[in-house]
């Protein structure tokens, strides 16, 4: 939208997500240079803008973007506008050259990134109903991905799914899923097994012939190695020497691998049942 200037407008709710991820990231990030942690403020800020606004909120917005919907396409386009300026300025003390270059590009901008305001959360919204809802949709979609590559389908083949548990703001997503994962729900379950991916406090149950069959001996192997990596990361945390010695962020690294594999391997061990039951 070439008329769209930077503004916060959350008219959908991944746009209230994208803006409350950003407000936690300023929050971040200058809690890490304030306390002279640039490692930790650069790692901050390469994960959001890789991670959430690339990966998620660009790739979430694409339609609306060239969709027949005129407010729509406004607010994501200001929506990913205002994220791109707080960004940079974000960004500006460690990439000067660079960011003052992107900014110079940016509608309404004048004058030089340097004499601006460093960015703060003032006037941007926080909506947390929407950052959990857009969560559950992303880790669903993040599970949907592994399952495509699993079991050899086409990253758009469309699959389809019911949903149960504490579902009402997931399903109230349904255009998030069928965008960012090719995902169809529906009210009614087909006969035979079906595959469970957790979304938040919900689950999908990803229908398909043929899908367990071809998911079995994968997720097996998956579940092995997700135990396989706990072990090893209990072994660490269970030397009394690599607690004591090592620095506290590799000691809580190690803590949230084993806690990462045990989830996986639950996960997995989940599907597997599910299959069998089937």
């Known amino acids: 939208d070439p008329e769209a200037l930077p503004t ?42 890789w991670n959430e606004f690339c990966d998620w909120y660009l790739e979430a917005i694409k339609a609306r973007l060239y969709g027949d919907d005129v407010a729509s396409k406004r607010a994501a386009s200001e929506t990913a506008l205002f994220v791109i300026e707080r960004t940079l300025g974000l960004l500006h003390p460690m ?20 004499w601006s305001e460093f960015p703060t959360t003032e006037g941007i919204p926080r ?3 929407a950052a ?16 495509r590559q699993d079991a050899e389908l086409s990253p758009r083949a469309e699959l389809v799914a019911t949903i149960t548990g504490d579902a009402d703001a997931v399903r109230g997503e349904s255009a998030l899923l069928a965008a960012l994962g090719a995902i169809r729900l529906v009210e009614t379950a087909a006969a035979g097994p079906a595959v469970p991916l957790p979304a938040g406090a919900a689950t999908l149950h990803i229908q398909g012939d043929g899908l367990a069959g071809k998911l079995r001996d ?3 192997k998956r579940r092995e190695e997700a135990l396989a990596e706990h072990k090893k990361a209990e072994a660490k945390l269970g030397n009394a020497k690599f607690v004591e010695r090592a620095p506290a962020e590799v000691v809580e690294e190690e803590r949230e691998r084993s806690e990462r594999f045990a989830r996986d391997a639950a996960e997995l061990e989940a599907q597997l049942a599910a299959l069998d039951a089937g």
Do not use: H, M
Request: glycine share 4%; proline share 4%; hydrophobic share 50%.
């Open 132 to 147: 959990t809802t857009v969560a559950a949709v992303i880790q669903a979609v993040t599970g949907v991905r592994r399952l």
């Open 95 to 114: 990439c000067p050259f660079v960011t003052e270059e992107l900014w110079s590009f940016l509608p309404a901008r004048s004058g030089l990134l340097a």
């Open 127 to 129: 909506d947390a109903s």
């Open 8 to 49: 916060p407008n959350g008219l959908e709710a991944v746009d209230r997500w994208i803006l409350d991820r950003l407000a936690q990231t300023i929050d971040d990030v200058a809690a890490g240079y304030e306390d002279f942690q640039f490692s930790a403020a650069t790692k901050t800020l390469y994960a959001f803008i």
């Open 218 to 220: 994968r997720l097996a």
